[in-house]
T-cell receptor, first 110, second 115 residues
Framework: QKEVEQNSGPLSVPEGAIASLNCTYSDRGSQSFFWYRQYSGKSPELIMSIYSNGDKEDGRFTAQLNKASQYVSLLIRDSQPSDSATYLCAVNSDDYKLSFGAGTTVTVRA | GAGVSQSPSNKVTEKGKDVELRCDPISGHTALYWYRQSLGQGLEFLIYFQGNSAPDKSGLPSDRFSAERTGGSVSTLTIQRTQQEDSAVYLC?????????????FGSGTRLTVV
């Protein structure tokens, strides 16, 4: 069983603050890592992917990967009310499936 | 098409009836996946299709569930003799390559309610 664990949340942050989401995974052979955003009642939308150790920045989003610690995180800088959603961590190991965490719900307070 | 298309968007059925859910993947995407998301739960893998290869059915929860993909494109997920625990959002996704280095693109889902 390839497990992906996320902070259970919910995470409430004030507008303009940094939201930090964490994810750990059990399969040391995992190669690709993704963050999806899911608004209530909608399907997941891919927002970030990362494959190498270190940081990857895209606009207000930064993904961080540490394969030695089996840890991947997502930072949302200058959080906006439109960032309020559930964020899903997904991990691809040596096959074709993505394993998903249960998600962390983020609420940005105006 | 421009995105992954699923139909119907909502389905209410009586316990014991059969249902069919349809997925039309993005044109050119060779890999197609079905996932299930129950209320407040994560995504549960159901089945995977890749080209003409035998599908990976390892996630199907019981023999009441089956799926097919015709002509390497449209897929149908069939649930026979539906039970209340089958109520969930069924999500279809497609990806460009066998190994999803680019992640999946999800359809809008079918919300199934068994009453």
């Amino acid at each position: 069983q390839k497990e992906v664990e996320q902070n259970s949340g919910p995470l409430s942050v004030p507008e303009g603050a940094i939201a930090s989401l964490n994810c750990t995974y059990s399969d040391r052979g995992s190669q690709s890592f993704f963050w999806y955003r899911q608004y209530s009642g909608k399907s997941p939308e891919l927002i970030m992917s990362i494959y190498s150790n270190g940081d990857k920045e895209d606009g207000r989003f930064t993904a961080q990967l540490n394969k030695a610690s089996q840890y991947v995180s997502l930072l949302i800088r200058d959080s906006q009310p439109s960032d309020s959603a559930t964020y899903l961590c997904a991990v691809n190991s040596d096959d074709y499936k993505l394993s998903f965490g249960a998600g962390t719900t983020v609420t940005v307070r105006a | 098409g421009a995105g992954v298309s699923q139909s119907p968007s909502n389905k209410v059925t009586e316990k014991g009836k059969d249902v069919e859910l349809r997925c039309d993947p993005i044109s050119g995407h060779t890999a197609l996946y079905w996932y299930r998301q129950s209320l407040g739960q994560g995504l549960e893998f159901l089945i995977y299709f890749q080209g003409n290869s035998a599908p990976d059915k390892s996630g199907l929860p019981s023999d009441r569930f089956s799926a097919e993909r015709t002509g390497g494109s449209v897929s149908t997920l069939t649930i026979q003799r539906t039970q209340q625990e089958d109520s969930a959002v069924y999500l279809c996704a497609s990806s460009l390559t066998t190994i999803p280095n680019y992640g999946y693109t999800f359809g809008s889902g079918t919300r199934l309610t068994v009453v």
